[in-house]
RNA sequence: GGCGGCGUACCCAAGUGGUUAAGGGAGAGGUCUGCAAAACCUCCAUGCGGCGGUUCGAAUCCGCCCGCCGCCUCCA
């Protein structure tokens, strides 16, 4: 079965074939820097980070543009009230999102370009749709003018008059349509210019994904995601520009995750209840979001879940010890032949429009069947499966670190949080060990409660004790 | 008002016309263990918001109703 995705241009389920064999060029929006990022942002970064490992796994060469947009309404704003250069704070935003991806473990993006980099190409292209007669200069300003593109609104499947009617349009004179768009915004004092045909100014909202997204990717290109909000109007707005400049199609296929919820509601800054990716992971492991985030398919809304983020967490850990345990018993070996019909199995999955739950669900099989030869010591049926196992894994992002390490960091840091030490931990077992070995049992499980009410679980095994933190 | 999505077991969540409705968690029983824990094994929805309809056959298609959410304005 050959890669399928849901195309949002024609709402169905679209076999997948890349404009040059072997190739996919993908951009994804990435955000305006003029504050913290929020799980929705985790939520979609994550859904193209596995859609991307996954293409490179599929052995695609995947060419992945994620942009910064750096000059903007917000920015100034932000800026103005804390009293410093809209430079200096989108820098600063630019900086936390780079250790927020870090700490989610995104693959890099191949060019992470930013808007205020791109200026002259953003006036080209605005200077190509005033001379094709798709744009109009009024005092400064540049406008769109949508009806005369008459594929504006295909993307939302929405007409223009829908548009219109009713809706929350704002009245401005100089606008030819009320759903006009604003390509070059005029100067104003304080705020960062660039010098154009039509005066000093700064571009609008939508033209740098336009004119990034091209400039390193060709136009058509492949593939163009973002956030479920961005169809209308940015992305709509972008395919209008891009369409209407140059005179070729622009994406060829649209990618749009859903929303995280928080209390069945849409996180937004009028409600008031956006998490921080930082908050988040002060609290847990990104390996865990990221499970969480694909126990659901990417275009439905999830919902912020407490319960859920700890259960991924217990999974993430059984995850990661299986694969240590394999690696006790019969070596490290990530590049391993895997057997071929669980992976498989996980490549239908994927394939069909990135089913992460479905090709998690093949993981979690493969998990059991693993543990089940463990257990059983039956280390020559081991090995393939583990290596598939590992693979289907790491494709998916969830293991990025060696099974060891990782526990060994999670220990540490768990560790961290509760006022005991590893020596102290191991003194107690070392006493209970001593009086398991006189039967004491009292004294044993004395012990074993002693650290449990603390947060440390014990496992007696064959070859000693071991512990684990509590979630 | 216009456009779109969703409602599946105690919880999360796939499945969108056809043998037994994935998977995870919880729960029950079992193997192992001094007892636990972990791991493994077994069980756990004749039913998929409700009511009609189409069909040999529907969670899956159609209609109506109920409930929830998103977009139409900055938004991942």
Redesign the pocket.
């Known amino acids: 079965m050959a890669l399928c995705i849901t195309n949002t241009m024609s709402g169905k389920k679209e076999p997948f074939v890349p404009l040059t064999p072997g190739t996919v060029n993908m951009y994804v929006?990435g955000?305006?820097v003029y504050d913290q990022c929020h799980i929705?942002?985790a939520?979609?970064l994550l859904t193209f980070d596995v859609i991307h490992r996954y293409l490179r796994f599929l052995g695609f060469d995947c060419r992945f543009v994620r942009n910064f947009t750096d000059v903007d309404d917000?920015i100034i704003n932000r800026a103005n009230e804390e009293g410093i250069a809209p430079e200096a704070l989108a820098q600063r935003y630019i900086n936390e999102f780079h250790r927020d991806a870090a700490a989610l473990g995104l693959a890099e993006p191949t060019v992470e370009p930013r808007a205020t980099e791109h200026i002259d190409g953003m006036i080209a292209l605005i200077a190509a749709l005033v001379e094709r007669g798709h744009a109009y200069a009024v005092a400064g300003d540049v406008y769109f003018a949508v009806e005369s593109f008459p594929e504006y609104g295909r993307l939302?499947?929405?007409s223009l008059d829908?548009?219109t009617?009713?809706?929350?349009?704002e009245v401005d004179d100089r606008k030819r349509h009320p759903m006009d768009f604003a390509l070059w915004k005029a100067g104003r004092e304080g705020e960062p210019f660039w010098d154009s045909p039509w005066g000093r100014g700064r571009p609008g909202?939508h033209i740098e994904c336009s004119v990034m997204s091209t400039r390193y990717l060709g136009q058509p290109f492949d593939i163009h995601g973002?956030?479920?909000?961005?169809?209308?109007?940015?992305h709509e707005n972008e395919i209008a520009q891009s369409e209407c400049g140059t005179g070729k199609p622009f994406a060829r296929y649209w990618i749009h995750?859903g929303?995280?919820?928080l209390a069945?509601?849409?996180?937004?800054?009028?409600v008031g209840n956006i998490l921080s990716i930082k908050e988040v992971l002060e609290r847990f492991d990104p390996v865990a979001l990221r499970l969480y985030m694909l126990?659901?398919?990417y275009r439905?809304?999830?919902?912020f879940?407490e319960?859920?983020l700890t259960?991924a967490q217990?999974?993430v850990a059984?995850l990661y010890?299986t694969a240590s345990r394999a690696e006790r018993l019969i070596g490290p070996s990530p590049d391993g032949a895997a057997e071929s019909g669980p992976m498989d199995d996980f490549r239908g999955e994927m394939d069909d429009d990135f089913?992460t739950?479905?090709a998690?669900?093949v993981v979690?099989?493969e998990?059991?069947a693993v543990?089940?030869l463990?257990?059983e010591g039956h280390t020559r049926a081991l090995d393939g499966r583990r290596n598939g196992l590992r693979a289907m894994t790491e494709a998916l992002g969830l293991m990025q670190a060696p099974p060891e390490r990782f526990l060994e960091e999670r220990r540490r840091s768990g560790l961290a949080r509760l006022d005991l030490s590893e020596d102290e931990i191991r003194r107690m077992i070392e006493e209970r060990n001593a009086a398991?070995r006189v039967k004491d049992?009292g004294q044993?499980?004395g012990i074993r409660d002693a650290l449990k009410e603390k947060g440390v679980?014990?496992?007696?095994?064959p070859s000693g004790t071991t512990w684990e933190l509590a979630e």
């Open positions: 929006c955000v305006t929705g942002h939520r979609a917000k939302s499947s929405r829908e548009m009617a009713g809706a929350r349009v909202w973002g956030g479920q909000d961005l169809v209308f109007p940015h995750n929303f995280v919820q069945k509601e849409k996180m937004s800054k009028s126990t659901t398919h439905n809304p999830i919902e879940s319960e859920g259960e217990r999974t059984r010890e089913n739950p479905r998690l669900a979690f099989e998990l059991r543990n089940r463990l257990d398991r049992w044993a499980d679980l014990l496992r007696d095994g």
